[in-house]
């Protein structure tokens, strides 16, 4: 069996970017799976965000819990492929909303390239536009599995300038009361050049379209464009864990984005 979007309603959220959720992407048996497997980490790569706790691809620590997680390893398995990045490309493309897209035409696909947490010089070079001329572009999935904790919240912010699209797998149904729901911010002054929009906008830059509370089993994926603002309201549990699945298509170089203004 392989995991697959083509089927799958993607919905539509009214945002001035490509960015949408699928219900039920996975089922609840599953998901209880998947969280238990998680829930059986000993230990993590780092504690970020005010209480994320995360283990990245590309660490012993990850492979080590691949080892010993089987369902985690047929889900990393599915996702980590061209087809599933082309099937997520296509599912974005249908809701036409986006003001920005990737320049990106032939490609290679690597399974095993992931992008540094800590700063890599020779990583950072081969990025340069000089030296990344020289290679063909090569997309790759980055991808953490992660818990959080009582007081984990994101502010407005759009993802690192490699990534393509991201997406966000959840694991367990939070509350709405306990706060952690995925927010979707637009800027109140529309930026038509890229120079001009801040990964990090002030909170006085933004404003808040909409926001979702976490769902056992629901997909969110989007487009990593320049005015792709998200954030996450503050975690609030105090016995209740917020587990899910981040990933991310990323190229090796940062991404061309094309104006559609």
């Not at 599995?145 to 367990?172: E, M, P, Q, V």
Request: hydrophobic residues 30%; positive net charge.
């Amino acid at each position: 069996m392989n995991l697959t979007l083509k089927n799958l309603p993607l919905k539509k959220v009214n945002a001035p970017y490509s960015i949408g959720y699928i219900d039920n992407f996975l089922t609840k048996e599953y998901c209880e799976k998947l969280y238990r497997e998680i829930e059986l980490f000993k230990d993590y790569d780092d504690l970020v965000m005010n209480g994320r706790m995360r283990v990245n691809k590309g660490s012993n620590k990850f492979k080590n819990y691949l080892e010993s997680s089987p369902n985690l390893n047929f889900l990393y398995d599915n996702l980590n492929n061209k087809n599933f990045y082309l099937e997520m490309e296509n599912k974005l493309k249908t809701l036409n909303q986006s003001k920005w897209k990737p320049i990106i035409k032939n490609f290679n696909y690597s399974k095993t390239n992931y992008g540094e947490q800590n700063f890599n010089l020779i990583k950072l070079l081969r990025k340069s536009w000089l030296i990344s001329k020289l290679f063909k572009k090569t997309i790759n999935l980055d991808i953490d599995f992660s818990r959080s904790k009582k007081g984990y919240y994101r502010k407005a912010h759009r993802d690192r300038d490699t990534r393509i699209i991201s997406f966000l797998i959840y694991l367990n149904t939070i509350d709405p009361k306990l706060g952690g729901e995925f927010e979707v911010f637009k800027l109140n002054k529309e930026e038509k050049e890229i120079k001009n929009l801040k990964r990090f906008p002030n909170e006085a830059e933004v404003s808040l379209v909409d926001k979702f509370s976490p769902k056992s089993g629901q997909l969110f994926l989007f487009e990593s464009s320049p005015n792709s603002y998200h954030g996450v309201s503050k975690f609030t549990s105090e016995n209740q864990d917020r587990v899910f699945i981040y990933g991310s298509y990323s190229l090796d170089r940062k991404v061309d984005w094309k104006s559609n203004f």
